[in-house]
Structures are given as structure tokens and as C-alpha cells.
């Protein structure tokens, strides 16, 4: 647990990929969209990444990519990002972690 929370205290958005998910790349999408700018720790490029992963599937989230950090708190993987944006709950987050300072819904 402590090399996620390590990693995760470094930005405001974080988001643990792998460059085979087509998912996450959608996530990585999405909140760049936004204007944050996350930092994004690819686990097939990482010597620890099989360590990492197995202490995301601990945290719960399955499967264990895409997931997403904001403000240093798991959100959880697409669905749950996916979710939040549908009830525009994503955008508060993200300025709630200053991932973003303003947002122009037009």
C-alpha cells in the first residue's frame, strides 16, 4: 500500500494504465480533456508494476486498470470516472484536488 500512496501523493490526478487498455486510454482522455494534466504510471513499463497491481486489486479495484487518483483519493476505475461525469460530479473533484482552476461548460 505504501508505494501507491507514495506515488499518488505526487499529483493531483493519478491514473495507474497499461498501454494494452483501450480503457484506459479513454480515462487518460477524458480527464485530459478537462485540462488536468495527470500523471499516468503505465504498469507494463514499471519494474514494480506486478506489485502495484496486486496492491490495487487489494484496494478493489477490478480489473486493475484502469485506476484513478484524485486528490490523492481512489475513485476507482472507468465505471466509477464514467459515473461521476455522468452526474457532473467529476469536474467539482477535479477542481476540488486544483487538477483544474476553471472550467468553461460552453
Given at each position: 500500500?505504501?508505494?501507491?500512496?507514495?506515488?499518488?501523493?505526487?499529483?493531483?490526478?493519478?491514473?495507474?494504465?497499461?498501454?494494452?487498455?483501450c480503457i484506459?486510454?479513454?480515462?487518460?482522455q477524458l480527464?485530459?480533456?478537462y485540462?488536468?494534466?495527470?500523471?499516468?504510471?503505465e504498469?507494463?513499463?514499471?519494474?514494480?508494476?506486478?506489485?502495484?497491481?496486486?496492491?490495487?486489486?487489494?484496494?478493489?479495484?477490478?480489473?486493475?486498470?484502469p485506476?484513478v487518483?484524485?486528490?490523492?483519493?481512489?475513485?476507482?476505475?472507468?465505471?466509477?470516472?464514467?459515473?461521476?461525469?455522468?452526474?457532473?460530479?467529476l469536474?467539482?473533484?477535479?477542481?476540488?484536488?486544483?487538477?483544474?482552476?476553471?472550467?468553461?461548460?460552453?
Amino acid at each position: 500500500m505504501d508505494v501507491v500512496r507514495e506515488l499518488v501523493h505526487e499529483k493531483a490526478v493519478v491514473i495507474f494504465s497499461k498501454n494494452s487498455c483501450c480503457i484506459s486510454h479513454s480515462m487518460k482522455q477524458l480527464i485530459s480533456g478537462y485540462g488536468a494534466n495527470p500523471i499516468v504510471y503505465e504498469l507494463d513499463e514499471m519494474p514494480n508494476g506486478q506489485e502495484i497491481e496486486k496492491v490495487l486489486k487489494k484496494m478493489g479495484c477490478k480489473p486493475s486498470v484502469p485506476a484513478v487518483f484524485i486528490g490523492e483519493r481512489f475513485v476507482g476505475g472507468a465505471n466509477e470516472v464514467i459515473s461521476l461525469q455522468v452526474q457532473g460530479n467529476l469536474v467539482p473533484m477535479l477542481m476540488e484536488a486544483r487538477a483544474i482552476w476553471i472550467w468553461n461548460r460552453t
